[in-house]
């Protein structure tokens, strides 16, 4: 059932493309309903406790969504058996992910853009070095990611 699914997105920092990933998709969760666990981790410690970037606040606020209290996180073991799916942005991360993935680990690793039609395999492009029209980029490919993977769950239930 979608009601037990608990979603992590993943990218390096945790201050651009996973927080995106984690409001589009908090957003597509709340039109359909459901009350689910969702949150966003970097593979990286340098922005832990931090805000997201300013210009990925900037971003979630042309679409109308707040995300000034989300905090950055490192991913944890204990990730992998409390979130049912985890969604890594670029195949870094999931090769990452893959490593670091313990024996005891229940969580199905994939790419974000997997779950759209046609797009398996493909990269959410790391913004930080970009700019706006890069943010701007960014969300149209979490937005397009985080309602197919809505779909997806619920076909699963
Ligand atoms: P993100 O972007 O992985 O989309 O959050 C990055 C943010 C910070 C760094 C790298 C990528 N960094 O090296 O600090």
């Known amino acids: 059932m979608t009601s037990s699914c ?3 997105f993943v990218c390096l ?10 409001a589009a998709f908090r957003q597509e969760a709340k039109k359909r309903g459901w009350d689910i666990k969702i949150d966003s981790a970097g593979l990286g410690g340098w922005h832990v406790g931090d805000p997201p970037d300013v210009r990925a606040i900037r971003e ?13 996180r490192k991913v944890s073991t204990q990730d992998f058996t ?7 942005m ?4 999931l090769s990452r992910l893959r490593a670091l993935s313990p ?10 853009m997997d ?23 960014t969300w149209e490919q979490v937005h397009e990611g985080a309602i197919a993977l809505a779909d997806h769950l619920e076909k699963q239930s």
């Open 6 to 8: 608990a979603v992590l």
């Open 13 to 22: 920092g945790n201050i651009c493309r996973s927080p995106l990933a984690e």
């Open 60 to 72: 979630a606020k042309k679409q109308n969504i707040d995300i000034t209290h989300y905090r950055g």
């Open 82 to 88: 409390q979130f049912t799916h985890i969604v890594a």
């Open 90 to 93: 670029d195949n870094e991360n």
């Open 103 to 112: 024996q005891n680990s229940t969580a199905h690793i994939a790419l974000l």
């Open 115 to 137: 779950y759209v039609p046609n797009k398996a395999g493909q990269e959410i492009a790391d913004p930080y070095y970009g700019n706006e029209k890069d943010f701007d980029r």
